[in-house]
C-alpha cells in the first residue's frame, strides 16, 4: 500500500510537472501607446493565469513595422493596433482570424507642454504667438497624427501653422522632444504621459467633438488560432480589472 501511494503521488507531481511545461506563451506586439497599459494588465492577468506567460514585443513601434513583423516573421501571437483599417488588411491577407478582434478602447489626445504657463484651458495659446515650435505624428502614417490634423483643422490653425509644425514618427519622439526643449508644444495620446503619475507642465484635454474617435483594436492573428493562453489574454481584456487599468491610463473604454 505504501508503495501504491507513492507510485500515485509521484504520477501526480509528473502530471502537474508536464502541465506546467506545456503552458503555451503569449506574443504580443503593440507600438509606444499601450505599453505601459500592457505591463500592469501582464501583471494581473500572469497573477490570475500563472502558468501563462506574456511576452510583449517592444522592437517595432509603428503600425507598420508591426504589420513587417507578422508577415514576414509570423512570431506574434495578438497585436494590438490603432484603427480599423490594418485590422481588415490582416484579415484580407489571412494573417489574421477572420472577426477575432474588438475596440477594448479609445484613446485621447492632449494639447501638452513643460511650460506649466503656456496651455489654457481652451488651446487658445494655438492661436497666439507664444510658442516656436509644435509637434505631432505624422497624419500620413498615424491614427493619431490624423486626428491632430483634424484638431488643428478645427481651431482653423492648419495653415497657419505650417512653417511651426514638426512631424514625427511615434509618441515617444514627441515626449522626448518636450522634455528636451525642442519643441514648445505637442499633440499627444494621454496614455503616453501616464496619467497615474503628475504630469509635469501645463495641458489641455482636447474635447473628443474636435477629432474622430482613434479605436484600440486588439487581434488574433492565425498563428495563435489554437493558442488558449493567446485566447485567454485575448478575452481578459473585456474584463473589469483590463477596463479599469484602460481608464486608469487616460483611455475611456467602449
Known sequence: MYHYKKAV???VGLMLFNSALQAEEIHIGTGTHSLGVLADITRLFEKQYPNDKVIVHRDNYTTV???KQIKEKNDIDLVLLIGTEMVTQLENEGLAVPKEHFNYAFGKLVLWSKNP???DSKGEVLKTKKFQKIAILDPKVAVYGMA????LE???VWETLQPQ???MGNALELQQHVLDGSVDLTLIPLVTLNPNKKIEGSLWIVPKGYYSPIEHQIVLLK???HNA???RFFEYLKSPQARNIFEKYGFSVP
Open 165 to 167: 509644425l514638426l512631424l
Open 154 to 156: 478645427k481651431l482653423d
Open 117 to 119: 504657463n503656456l496651455v
Open 9 to 11: 503521488l509521484f504520477f
Open 65 to 67: 513595422l508591426l504589420y
Open 229 to 231: 493562453a493567446a485566447k
Open 148 to 151: 491632430s490634423q483634424q484638431i
Open 223 to 225: 498563428r495563435a488560432e
